[in-house]
């Protein structure tokens, strides 16, 4: 990696830098939530609904008596383990269709793409509704529906890479020394395709958050009394102003790491750009 380029890119924007600071801290935080968290998310106390910021409860509690801090940080940890479940399923599935449809081409070709058209043509959280309606809500349902809906990105963005490269003097070469399928695809062309891979899943971070907060928000999504950022935002909105602060640490945490991934994703595009001496150009050499 160019790190040169990168303390060029982060001395140029510092907020996004920021940004991507706080967003990396709240991932661990969240990850840790079974340390750092002060107590059950999950435990009702009646006696102590609705109370503010205090040390015993520093983010307050809610309006059943369950700790804000403790739901943060456990709803965090479940929406980025579901964020990983979904990328890496998607990355796995587009790579896999994207690569076999762009190398081997003609029939294998026209069907995958007529396949992803359809899944294209229609948009993802419409698509993702209708199946969840099907399978009906739950962390399962919303995993399988945004895998479905967001594998076709990746297909098309590697078999426009693979395209391009194919026909490559190296590709060419490895080809003529009676190189097989196999060995090309893995050792050749898909490290040829990390880079841009990398800034479209740290894009996709920040829209997978959104869209599991979105689905939970409107009850499709991961369900209670299971603590989920959306969630929580739709149960504290009749006390918005009686009780503020039941609404702003989960809106605050979903900011944090949707801008944190977009700046990422910033930073990897201008790092990966042709002409500087980037992960892409590394592999390319390799």
């Known amino acids: 990696m160019n790190v040169r380029g990168w303390r060029r890119w982060t001395q140029r924007n510092p907020i996004s830098a920021t940004g991507i600071v706080l967003a990396l801290g709240l991932i661990v935080v969240c990850l840790l939530a079974p340390i750092l968290a002060p ?94 309606g099907v399978l009906g809500p739950g962390t399962g349902s919303l995993i399988a529906a945004l895998i479905v809906t967001g594998w076709v990105r990746y297909a098309r963005l590697v078999r426009s890479l693979v395209l391009s490269e194919q026909n490559s003097e ?29 800034v479209q899943v740290s894009l996709d971070s920040g829209a997978t958050i959104l869209a599991i907060a979105g689905l ?39 900011f944090v790491l949707v801008f944190g991934f977009n700046s990422l994703s910033a930073g990897l595009e201008h790092l990966l750009r042709p002409g500087n001496n980037t992960i892409s150009n590394e592999m390319t050499k390799k």
Request: glycine share 10%.
């Open 216 to 254: 939970s928000f409107i009850g499709l999504g991961i369900q209670p009394p299971t603590p989920e950022w959306g969630k929580m935002l739709v149960d504290a909105r009749p006390y918005l102003g009686s009780a503020p602060h039941l609404v702003l640490p989960p809106g605050l945490a979903i």
């Open 170 to 198: 190296y590709i060419v070469a490895v080809q003529a020394i009676g190189a097989t399928h196999t060995r090309i695809i893995l050792r050749h062309l898909l490290p040829s395709v990390t880079g841009p891979m990398l």
């Open 39 to 132: 107590g059950d998310p999950t435990a009702i106390d009646l006696t102590t609904g609705l109370q503010s910021p205090s040390f015993a409860h520093w983010l307050g509690t809610d309006e059943l008596g369950r700790d804000v801090l403790s739901r943060v940080l456990w709803a965090g940890r479940l929406s980025i383990s579901t964020m990983a479940v979904v990328l890496i399923s998607c990355v796995a599935v587009g790579a896999v269709v994207g690569v076999v449809s762009g190398y081997l081409g003609g029939l294998i070709d026209n069907v995958a793409m007529r396949i992803a058209d359809f899944f294209h043509a229609v948009p993802q959280l419409v698509l993702a509704l209708a199946l969840i």
